[in-house]
């Protein structure tokens, strides 16, 4: 039987699979917690927007923020991808993957001088600016640099993507880009700076987007703004329409990437510019599970029983910080009937919650969960809390399976710390 995300299966001998390698024999080398990705399906997400989006001239910039293990960067790398970064850090990861600077467009709300510079002096393709304040550091650093540097503007069109409110970017209360009507003169500013090119114009609305209308919306008005610059004169190359499209965490319906195409190339291909685009969720969202191990089962009078694993919130952030749903599967069910658990993590933490009130067949201490589609913005945002070290990470490819990060050891969490008594 194939469970709801593609690339994993489970048959009656082995239990849940991935690339028909079972879950338990590389859980029996590595331990728990532990992400497992399948890279098959890692490039045929990418190979579907390529598709998608071939009608015009275009980039996919995969965004690291969704996953930045260095293993994955090369693997999209090799199937043409370009690179989102939206820190220093990311961008020398990014090059530390075979990118190119000239691969690269740099994001980001609060770029720091140093950041500033480096892009800078690498020469990145676009750096995507916030602030006029932004901008007046960017020429300076280009004219100390003796460069010109290549930007964008962010702007803001004051479009509600309809996702989390934590993960909505394109309101005019929320901290992103430059108000839209405001553009044109701030272009028209660049446009007279000899240290400066201004290159694209780029919108960000969201992330987790299940519905055509804002990104639609945020197409038509960037689009618009981009073909006003170019008819006074301005050397507008690229639209960088940001990224945001949603997978199905549950049984909800959400845009596919194909809808996701027929609703901005129409409004694109007419203005002759070519299109950016910044997926990321999209690429890599589905294509991993955070494996874990029950460690604990409580139950009493008045409560639901819960079932404590050994992964939790410093794994996996997202159920703790936007309420986000992840399905659970066990790894191999055992037979009886389904009950309902809280599945909660180790910390010392209300809020360390991996799934409320969920069915799922009856557990014992030491059986073996899956959550799914954790292969976005889980690893990427795990940290070490109550000093717990880093999910090992393993990549499952047609000729087998390799860890791509171990686990991390105290001795790791340890290594940066002065140790005097």
């Known amino acids: 039987m194939t ?22 024999s590389i859980i029996a080398r590595v331990g728990t917690p532990a992400y497992i990705y399948s890279a098959p399906l890692v490039r045929e997400a990418w190979r579907r927007l390529e598709r998608a989006f071939a009608p015009v001239p275009h980039a996919l910039h995969y965004a690291l923020k969704a996953n930045s293990t260095l293993a994955l960067l090369r693997l999209l790398r090799a199937e043409g ?4 970064a939206n820190s220093g850090g990311e961008i020398e990861v990014a090059l530390r993957a075979g990118f190119g600077p000239g691969q690269i467009v740099f994001t980001g709300v609060g770029k720091s001088e140093s950041e500033l510079r480096r892009a800078i002096a690498l020469g990145v393709h676009a750096i995507n600016a916030e602030s006029p304040g932004e901008i007046d550091r ?10 010109r540097a290549r930007v964008a503007v962010r702007v803001n069109p004051d479009i509600d993507a309809g996702t989390h409110t934590h993960i909505s970017t394109g309101r005019r209360h929320d901290k ?5 009507e405001l553009a044109p003169a701030l272009y028209r500013d660049i446009a007279r700076r000899p240290a400066l090119a201004p290159v694209g114009v780029h919108v960000h609305v969201g992330s987790q987007i299940t519905d055509l209308a804002p990104l639609r919306g945020a197409a038509e008005a960037v689009v618009a703004l981009a073909k006003a610059l170019l008819a006074d004169g301005l050397a507008i190359e690229h639209v960088d329409l940001g990224g945001g499209l949603g ?17 901005l190339l129409p409004i694109v291909r007419p203005s ?17 599970v955070l494996a874990a191990r029950v460690v604990d089962l409580k139950a009493f009078p008045g409560g639901r029983p819960f079932a404590v694993l050994d992964a939790g919130m410093t794994d996996l952030l997202r159920p703790a ?3 986000a749903y992840h399905r659970i599967e066990a790894v191999r069910p055992r037979p009886g009937r389904r009950q309902r658990y809280e599945v909660v993590g180790p910390l010392c933490e209300s809020s360390d919650v991996v799934g409320r009130d969920r069915e799922l ?3 014992e201490v030491g059986d073996l969960v899956a959550i799914l589609d954790a292969g976005a913005y889980g690893s990427a945002m795990s940290f070490t809390y109550n000093r717990r070290p880093l999910a090992a990470e393993v990549l499952v490819d047609e000729d087998g399976w390799r860890v791509i990060r171990r686990r991390s050891t105290v001795d790791d969490l340890l290594a940066l710390e002065a140790d005097e008594e």
């Open 272 to 288: 002759g510019l070519s299109l950016l685009l910044e997926p990321g969720r999209a690429v890599v969202g589905a294509a991993a």
């Open 176 to 180: 992103f880009g430059v108000p839209i």
């Open 361 to 363: 067949p009856p557990l």
């Open 3 to 24: 469970i709801a995300t593609a690339g994993f299966t489970r048959d009656d001998t082995h239990g849940l699979t991935c690339n028909g390698v079972p879950l338990e």
């Open 321 to 323: 910080l936007y309420g």
């Open 247 to 263: 997978i199905p965490y549950d049984d909800t319906p959400v845009v596919t990437v194909e809808q996701y195409a027929a609703a």
């Open 138 to 147: 960017i020429d300076a650093y280009a004219r100390e640099a003796g460069t």
């Open 81 to 84: 991808a370009c690179a989102d």
